[in-house]
T-cell receptor, first 110, second 117 residues
Framework: KQEVTQIPAALSVPEGENLVLNCSFTDSAIYNLQWFRQDPGKGLTSLLLIQSSQREQTSGRLNASLDKSSGRSTLYIAASQPGDSATYLCAAPTGNQFYFGTGTSLTVIP | NAGVTQTPKFRVLKTGQSMTLLCAQDMNHEYMYWYRQDPGMGLRLIHYSVGEGTTAKGEVPDGYNVSRLKKQNFLLGLESAAPSQTSVYFC????????????????FGPGTRLTVL
């Protein structure tokens, strides 16, 4: 069974800092890896999707990388802002299911 | 294009009552999923469907039933609600990426907050 781990569970940084969130998975037979953002009391919003054949994807200040051989993905957030405060989850589809990490709760301090 | 919608948004049940949560998607996606999210537990898959008329069990299926009579709808039923089923329920859908399987992104509904007293 695929297991997805996200470290750290919580992170607090001052505004303007660059930061990296980590996601690791045990089964490299994934189709892609997807990063989500979840605000308190809200649903999941897709941020980036990296296909298994790709190494990275970029959207604005966000850059996600994927290394299937090592079972790792990272989400890089540049010049963090208070509005980036949220929980970030990664998901790896294997077989017919998506497997989620428990998320990293990010707080950006003004 | 509404994406994935869920009905209702909030519900309070008494132990033993039954209810059905409705999920609808207008993106013609093959795959649909029901998750529950509890503090400290992350998202756990309850049931899923890989196409109209099909359903399969996920990680935590006990106490729930599902049906997918139409491609666009996926229903989650609680026959006899228990306090342990107090949670936030999310529905999601994903396209079938041809023979490559789940190459598409997953799209989520806004969630249903259920409290069982």
């Amino acid at each position: 069974k695929q297991e997805v781990t996200q470290i750290p569970a919580a992170l607090s940084v001052p505004e303007g800092e660059n930061l990296v969130l980590n996601c690791s998975f045990t089964d490299s037979a994934i189709y892609n890896l997807q990063w989500f953002r979840q605000d308190p009391g809200k649903g999941l919003t897709s941020l980036l999707l990296i296909q298994s054949s790709q190494r990275e994807q970029t959207s604005g200040r966000l850059n996600a990388s994927l290394d299937k051989s090592s079972g790792r993905s990272t989400l890089y957030i540049a010049a963090s802002q208070p509005g980036d405060s949220a929980t970030y989850l990664c998901a790896a589809p294997t077989g017919n299911q998506f497997y989620f990490g428990t998320g990293t709760s990010l707080t950006v301090i003004p | 294009n509404a994406g994935v919608t869920q009905t209702p948004k909030f519900r309070v049940l008494k132990t033993g009552q039954s209810m059905t949560l409705l999920c609808a998607q207008d993106m013609n996606h093959e795959y649909m999923y029901w998750y529950r999210q509890d503090p400290g537990m992350g998202l756990r898959l309850i049931h899923y469907s890989v196409g109209e008329g099909t359903t399969a069990k996920g990680e935590v299926p006990d106490g729930y039933n599902v049906s997918r009579l139409k491609k666009q709808n996926f229903l989650l039923g609680l026959e006899s609600a228990a306090p342990s089923q107090t949670s936030v329920y999310f529905c999601a859908s994903s396209p079938l990426g041809g023979t490559l399987g789940l190459t598409g992104a997953q799209y989520f509904g806004p969630g249903t907050r259920l409290t069982v007293l």
